[in-house]
RNA sequence: GGCUCUAUCGUCUAACGGUUAGGACGGAUCCUUCUCAAGGAUCAAAUCAGGGUUCGAUUCCCUGUAGAGUCACCA
């Protein structure tokens, strides 16, 4: 017997922007049907006419995209009414389901609807990460499964779309799989084979509560790529939530995480989502990017009023990149950055308290006279040799020479950024090359 | 409340009967150029409790406790 070609399915319903919660699901699924060269089936849940909304589903089609994650086929459940209609049909001749007269409580309900005739039994399935389960449907009554025979509701539409799909693998969170044991019922009803089911732990916040569309953390999945972090760090960092390849290595590419991914590794405890973590993995991610898409995702998150100071330019944002990204654990802080002014010395001179150009309580003669030796150490370095290396190399002579190297080191570094924190005066006198790092000490006389 | 599931540092987790219970994030301390950042080093930090089973339990079983999920004419 020849093995079963996996196919895999993740099913959103655009009901809402696709929030990152989400995404682990949709990974686990990917990730599994790329891992056995299989189908991954991207499916829009649009069977609720009132709360389903087109812009919605661009949004999560977005959000795929940005991911990287590769869908091999697409479909719309609203463009399946027939299908549905059929089953519909057949169930209700062989009377294992039927019209039910209701009493209209509310508003908004129907007088009829459709029922599945429950056989009252228990059903026992397995599942990967949580083993043998089993219910006794009997509690769950003769359940609606369509307002009527043009609108099936989502169990029946679930569980006749991934037959009609041959969906080998239902990967998901255990916040359904009490919805399991009536989807095997109906599958039962149908005649459908039964998928493997791999219920994955549920993604928890900082409360220890199920991520809900109001916290905070689960925000809109576009909103980090707006905020600028790298959909490689992202991923790495989701999946990773309930699941781990056992080894001590952490940063993984997406293709090392198909090449790992297995349903044995998947946990069953509840998963907390950390951001301090997500910071840390998406930094790791934006370390491993080749130069050029560092200075892309600069140059993106640099804002325009930045771009109009007088001696900004490329080459001086390509030498910065090292200390710009030192310091941030997703691009969009660069903007932060730059917004409060942080850089703005390197492309402007500086305006500041000269007091302060004073270190501790050394002299202002003495400041002077040490800025003067640095001047003149300076000069001595060639412009196209006025690489921090050799700065460092100059300036520490002196400021080991004094009684305590701030005296030197203080006022060069306010001198030139006019910042009380800001990064060495060494890669900042490289970057501003020799003529303005000596116009600037010049000027602090 | 019913049903179902879960339980290792604060967090993510490793150890699938035998380890000084490992790693990472975060934290603390120190070092590395005055400051900031990055980097390096070191440290603190856990097997929910009680019973079994076993020569031996984080690991298997039971009870308790705690937590989570789910109980729609939503998905």
Same mark, same amino acid.
């Given at each position: 017997m020849s093995e079963q070609k996996v196919i895999t399915r993740f099913a959103p319903s655009? /009901?809402?922007?696709?929030?990152?919660?989400?995404i682990r699901s949709a990974l686990y699924n990917y990730l599994y049907a790329r891992k056995y060269n299989g189908k991954f089936i991207l499916r829009c849940e649009d069977t609720d006419p009132v709360r389903s909304k087109k812009e919605y589903e661009d949004y999560f089609l977005d959000v795929f995209k940005w991911l990287g994650l590769e869908y091999d086929e697409y479909y719309r459940q609203s463009e399946r009414t027939e299908i549905y209609k059929k089953y519909l049909h057949k169930l209700l001749e062989e009377d294992k389901i039927y019209i039910s007269k209701e009493?209209?409580?509310?508003?908004?309900?129907?007088?009829e609807v459709i029922r599945f005739r429950n056989p009252n039994k228990i059903v026992t399935f397995r599942d990967e990460v949580l083993g043998e389960l089993s219910f006794?449907?009997?509690?769950?009554?003769?359940?609606?499964?369509?307002? #009527?025979i043009e609108s099936p509701l989502y169990h029946f539409t679930v569980v006749v779309d991934d037959f009609e799909m041959n969906i080998t693998h239902i990967i998901r969170g255990q916040e359904h799989v009490s919805n399991t044991p009536r989807q095997i019922l109906i599958q039962e009803a149908i005649g459908a084979p039964r998928p493997v089911y791999a219920h994955g732990s549920v993604i928890l916040n900082e409360e220890r509560a199920? $991520?809900?569309?109001?916290?905070?953390?689960?925000?809109?999945? $576009?909103e980090y790529k707006d905020e600028g972090y790298l959909p490689q760090g992202l991923i790495n960092f989701m999946a990773f939530?309930?699941?781990?390849?056992?080894?001590?290595?952490?940063i993984f590419t997406l293709d090392e995480l198909i090449q790992e991914f297995?349903?044995?590794?998947?946990?069953k405890p509840g998963a907390i989502f950390n951001p301090e973590k997500l910071e840390w993995v998406n930094k790791e991610h934006i370390k491993l990017l080749p130069e050029n898409k560092k200075m892309e995702f600069i140059l993106n998150f640099i804002p325009d009023n930045v771009k109009n100071l007088?001696?900004?330019?490329n080459e001086r944002i390509q030498k910065m990149s090292n200390i710009l990204i030192d310091?941030? /654990?997703?691009?969009g802080q660069i903007k932060e950055h730059f917004e409060i002014g942080e850089y703005n010395f390197f492309f402007t001179e500086p305006i500041y308290d000269?007091?302060? $150009?004073?270190?501790?309580? /050394?002299t202002a003669e003495q400041t002077n006279a040490n800025i003067n030796s640095a001047i003149s150490a300076l000069k001595e370095i060639p412009e196209n040799n006025f690489t921090k290396e050799n700065t460092k190399e100059v300036l520490m002579k002196i400021a080991d020479s004094l009684s305590s190297r701030g005296e030197l080191l203080h006022p060069i570094r306010f001198a030139l950024?006019?910042? #009380?924190?800001?990064? #060495?005066?060494f890669i900042i006198s490289e970057i501003l090359g020799k003529n303005e790092t000596l116009s600037r000490l010049q000027k602090a006389l």
């Open positions: 655009p /009901t809402g922007k696709f929030h990152v919660g989400g009493e209209v409580k509310e508003e908004g309900q129907r007088s006794n449907t009997t509690e769950l009554g003769d359940f609606i499964i369509a307002r #009527d199920k $991520l809900s569309k109001r916290d905070p953390l689960v925000r809109p999945s $576009l939530l309930g699941w781990n390849p056992g080894g001590e290595k952490e297995s349903l044995e590794r998947m946990q007088p001696e900004f330019n310091r941030i /654990t997703h691009f000269k007091a302060k $150009l004073i270190y501790k309580n /050394t950024s006019g910042l #009380d924190k800001s990064p #060495d005066p």
